[in-house]
């Protein structure tokens, strides 16, 4: 990095290579101090964004790529599209509800169930049991 930055740790100046992670992100706790001139010049450009293009989305908690990054926009491009097909197509799926504390058959978390009576049946017949059971 160009002489123009500095990183700092707790007030004190810290070496490039302490500050940023493998990725060349800057790691949590560190900050950026960036000369006068090296903001006049990039003003115009966005470095870094959260994939929403909204120049204030830096001052939003939450995740960051680099702008110029096309892989990771496709990425996240592609995550939301499988998001969106798995919300929009979940209907197609039947009416299998999945009940975290029945009964298992086998040692998977959850048993899916055919239908929301077998659920419910399968919890009251839990919970009318759960006194006999130690903690």
């Known amino acids: 990095m160009p002489k123009q930055f500095r990183y700092y740790h707790h007030g004190r100046q810290v070496a490039t290579n302490e500050a ?17 001139t090296m903001r006049d010049n ?6 870094i964004t959260d994939g929403t293009n909204n120049p204030l989305a830096g001052h939003r908690p939450g995740w960051r790529i680099n702008a110029n990054d096309t892989a990771a926009r496709a990425a996240r491009a592609r995550c939301y ?11 197609r799926r039947g009416k299998e509800v999945v009940v975290p504390d029945a009964p298992k058959a086998s040692g998977n978390d959850a ?3 055919p239908d929301i009576e077998t659920a419910y049946r ?12 130690p903690r």
Do not use: F, H
């Open 20 to 36: 940023l992670n493998e990725c060349g992100s800057l790691r949590d706790g560190y900050s950026l101090v960036v000369s006068k």
């Open 42 to 47: 990039a003003a115009d450009t966005q470095r």
């Open 81 to 91: 599209d499988e998001y969106i097909q798995e919300l929009t197509t979940a209907w």
């Open 111 to 113: 048993m899916p169930v």
């Open 122 to 133: 399968l919890y009251a017949e839990e919970i009318s049991q759960a006194w006999k059971t």
